[in-house]
């Protein structure tokens, strides 16, 4: 934004002010803004209201005038990562990481890859940290708007661990303090421990609540995850996804996000999105079962203003080299359009306004008994920064709570008794 090395010519009774003395004022306005894809994400580029050549003559030229001064240092870095496989108990699973700078400036900095409590670090990182469970993975002079990094994280999982259990891991990419938009320097995936599984399926973040996914039009932007494993009995040379996106989605807001192998991607008719993995050599699973597998991500967002009972539903068709294609499960979100999400026959309703939030915040209850026990706030780590009592009546209660000097990030508030556990994810930017 701005007029930089512009070539002036200065002539009487032109837009600009003049006066006796010859000097020429260019007004800029004081308000100027770098508007990202995120509008209410903002950062003044034009800090300078007004510049003034000093002695003009008519007819003269002045040039090398940044008439818009520099343009503040605003960053935009953004992660992603994805598993390839889901974790298994006694197995090692593959996380891979990738990392963007989509701002205007190189960037030098770090991830910090917060794993799991009932996971093992392995290998990937530039460092770890064991008792934090931080995996640190350095990076310096990232490219400006094109530039990005991948690394690939091992993670084992104990033998000990029930099927079932529900493993949290955490992004978090920095310096973040003046980025264009700060909800995609972090994100958070859960991933469940399994026994066998289908290698070749489709998933969506957020997933929204019950069988409808229900999720509102805040959540503007859904993250879809293809997997894909070669089970055939010999290495496949290329794969192809075709991946047909619901009409209620934005196709000219796709990003793309971690992916397990180079590829191409394109729109192909109105709403087909293809992944060409040329060349791939996947190697099949019985001669390699660890290299067999796949996958990609990209990000979208959904159109504005959608009705409520919207439903987006979207599935992937994988094709190995020139065989039939194996269709994918079918994801589905449905727009709810109130304030709150609720699960039905629950005796407690929690939910927090705003979220994302910079300061100041209100936690709404809705109870159907009295209740009597605590209200926690964590963060990713486990370590509570809240931590108080809390008793309440049966009704509706609004609880102010100040996060003003809470670090950005994602944190867990819960609220629970000996009967009753309730829990939900916040952003603090």
Avoid at 151 to 174: D, E, K, M, R, W
Avoid at 402 to 423: A, D, Q, T
Wanted: charged share 15%; glycine share 6%.
């Amino acid at each position: 934004v701005g007029l930089h090395n512009t070539y002036v010519r200065c002539v009487p009774g032109y837009s600009q002010l003049t006066s006796s003395t010859g000097d020429y004022q260019f007004i800029v306005p004081a308000n100027s803004y770098a508007v990202t894809q995120h509008a209410e994400y903002r950062n003044q580029a034009c800090p300078v209201g007004s510049v003034v050549l000093n002695n003009c003559t008519t007819g003269s030229l002045y040039d090398n005038n940044d008439f818009f001064d520099l343009p503040l240092n605003v960053n935009d870095l953004r992660v992603s990562f994805c598993q390839q496989a889901p974790p298994r108990p006694g197995f090692n699973h593959l996380i891979d990481l990738w990392y963007f700078n989509d701002g205007l400036h190189d960037a030098t900095g770090q991830v910090d890859f917060v794993y799991d409590a009932s996971s093992t670090y392995v290998s990937g990182g530039t460092s770890v940290n064991t008792s934090t469970r931080t995996v640190t993975i350095n990076f310096s002079s990232l490219p400006a708007s094109v530039g990005y990094d991948r690394v690939h994280l091992t993670f084992n999982t104990n033998s000990s661990i029930p099927l079932g259990t529900v493993q949290t891991y955490s992004a978090h990419i920095t310096p973040d303090g003046n980025d264009a938009t700060p909800p995609n320097n972090i994100e958070t995936e859960q991933y469940e421990v399994v026994g066998s599984y289908d290698p070749n399926d489709k998933s969506v973040t957020p997933k929204g609540v019950g069988i409808p996914g229900y999720i509102t039009q805040r959540d503007s932007v859904i993250k879809y995850i293809i997997r894909f494993q070669n089970t055939g009995n010999f290495p496949a040379s290329f794969v192809a996804i075709k991946d047909s996106l619901d009409m209620d989605l934005d196709f000219s807001t796709i990003k793309m996000g971690a992916a397990s192998h180079p590829y191409r991607m394109q729109m192909m008719g109105e709403n087909v999105l293809v992944f060409l993995f040329d060349p791939i050599n996947l190697p099949d699973s019985t001669s390699n079962e660890k290299e067999s597998h796949g996958m990609v991500s990209f990000y979208i967002k959904l159109k504005k203003n959608l009705a409520g009972g919207t439903e987006i539903k979207n599935r992937a068709s994988i094709y190995f080299d020139f065989n039939e294609p194996i269709i994918t499960n079918t994801t589905l979100n449905t727009i709810q359009n109130a304030l709150e999400i609720r699960e039905e026959n629950t005796e407690v309703v929690m939910k927090l306004m705003p979220n994302p939030s910079e300061g100041k915040a209100m936690i709404i209850f809705e109870i159907k008994e009295d209740f009597a026990g605590a209200l926690t706030i964590t963060n990713l780590l486990g370590e509570a920064v809240m931590n108080q009592s809390v008793n309440l009546q049966s009704g509706k209660h609004a609880l102010p709570i100040n996060l003003e000097s809470f670090p950005s990030g994602v944190y867990l508030v819960k609220l629970n008794n000996n009967s009753i556990s309730r829990c939900m994810k916040f952003m603090k930017l």
